[in-house]
């Protein structure tokens, strides 16, 4: 794609995303064109498509920003090309799902903007992506999806759970890979979880979840998962990792069950010769919701490439947590806890200018740290996360 093709895609994109209330109307009317045109598709959608809407619009213009950065683009459509196996796509859905995109576009973008040159280059820009799309997973060798059974579920805080699943088959996910989730509760709602554990022969995968207030899929993953249960797994997605071999130095920051990512790669990194100096500062609000400190501890005691900072918004736990649990002070391996908004103190120590940098948590976390770290000189392209939608 040239850079008139794609300015052309970014401007119309940006310009209807602007509009009072424009990505909602964008995505209705995308969603109503596609079920009234192809009625087929339907299926492959939940009932509800309220967070379906969202995550639509956000992934069109994570796809758009980086439509001049094809040595990550490209990728991370393969990958989402290999993950829609799950729902059987074919060839004439890629092309059912373009068309119906396009024609919203038109209608919200207007005649003054859509002319002849942009429906050209969207017609062309759909057509990269859903070709690579495509070919991905036409190339591809794994199942579309993975069965697993649960065989534990464990309550860590109110509204956090660890769930650990047997999967029928292997899969080999690097370790700070994610995946699309379905559980038997709610069908064709899939949510992304990142394993806490590396891939491993015994086929287990960990995840932890926190259960969104309000949310669909994850309170139910918390409250309605039993022993036994079957969950369906898609394709692992994602690039976040330490190469083998690297001298850089890395920092990783994690908020909440962001954790999880960045664990699975410490776990694997225990099983390398060397391994560059790791600072992981792990965030909560309470001292008591750094619930896996146990584990991290371990960790750093017994790798010494390792120093695992705990960092809390507040110095105290609220009234109504058991004070005999453990806290960070505690443990042994960790370095002192330190109080504040979690961008703010690693901020202070920056600017981390030789240090490869990964940040895992609530969308609104990853932002603002990664906001603070840029400010403190932390240069942009050293520092990764996975897409917030
Ligand atoms: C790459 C990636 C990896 C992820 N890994 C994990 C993981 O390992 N463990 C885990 O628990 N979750 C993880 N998530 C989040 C998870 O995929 C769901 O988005 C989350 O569980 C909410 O789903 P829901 O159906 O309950 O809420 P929805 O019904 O989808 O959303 C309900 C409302 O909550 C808001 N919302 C959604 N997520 C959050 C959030 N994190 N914080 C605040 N508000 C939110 C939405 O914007 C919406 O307004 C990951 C997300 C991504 C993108």
Redesign the pocket.
């Known amino acids: 794609m040239d850079s008139r093709t794609v300015a052309l895609m970014r401007t119309t994109f940006k310009a209807v995303a602007a509009e009072e209330g424009g990505p909602e109307k964008l995505a209705r009317s995308f969603y109503a064109l596609l079920f009234t045109d192809y009625p087929q598709v339907r299926d492959f959608f939940p009932a509800a498509l309220d ?1 379906q809407r ?1 995550r639509l619009v956000k992934a069109i213009g994570y796809t758009i920003d980086r439509l001049e950065e094809p040595d990550k683009l490209l990728p991370f459509l393969a990958q989402l090309g290999r993950d829609h196996r799950k729902y059987g796509v074919k060839p004439e859905h890629y092309a059912a799902v373009g068309s119906s995109l396009r024609t919203a576009l038109r209608a919200y973008a207007g005649t003054e903007l859509w002319t002849d040159e942009v429906e050209r280059a969207w017609q062309e820009g759909i057509g990269v992506i859903a070709d690579t799309m495509m070919k991905a997973a036409a190339q591809e060798d794994t199942p579309p999806y993975w069965t697993g059974t649960v065989i534990e579920q464990r309550e860590v805080l109110r509204n956090l759970s660890v769930v650990r699943l047997r999967l029928d088959q292997p899969m080999q996910y690097a370790a700070g890979q ?1 995946m699309s989730v379905q559980i038997p509760a709610r069908p064709r ?1 899939w ?4 394993p806490a554990i590396p891939a491993n022969p015994h086929c287990e995968v960990e ?6 207030s ?6 139910a993953m918390i409250g309605h998962t039993r022993v036994g249960d079957q969950w369906l797994l898609g394709s692992p997605l ?1 690039g976040l990792g330490v190469p083998r071999n690297t001298r850089r130095k890395m920092l990783m920051i994690g908020c909440g ?1 962001g954790i ?2 960045l664990r699975a790669q410490l776990m694997a990194m225990t099983q390398r010769r060397s391994n560059p100096k790791v600072r992981l500062f792990v965030g909560g609000h309470h001292p008591c919701d750094l619930y896996d400190l146990q584990a991290l501890s371990d960790l750093a005691a017994a790798n010494k490439w390792l120093t695992v900072t705990p960092v809390t918004e507040s110095d105290e736990n609220p009234w109504w947590h058991d004070e005999s649990e453990h806290t960070a002070a505690e443990l042994p391996g960790l370095a002192p806890r330190r109080t504040g908004q979690i961008g703010k103190v690693i901020a202070a120590e920056g600017p981390w200018k030789d240090h490869d940098v990964q940040i895992v948590g ?3 976390m990853v932002q603002t740290t990664k906001f603070r770290l840029m400010a403190a000189g932390t240069p942009t392209k050293n520092i990764r996360h ?4």
Do not use: E, K, Q
């Not at 949510?191 to 990142?194: E, G, H, N, Q």
């Open positions: 967070a969202d994610y709602m949510r992304y979880l990142s995840f932890h979840i926190r259960g969104v309000g949310g669909w899929v994850s309170p994602g069950t999880a990512p609530s969308p609104s996975d897409p917030l939608f």
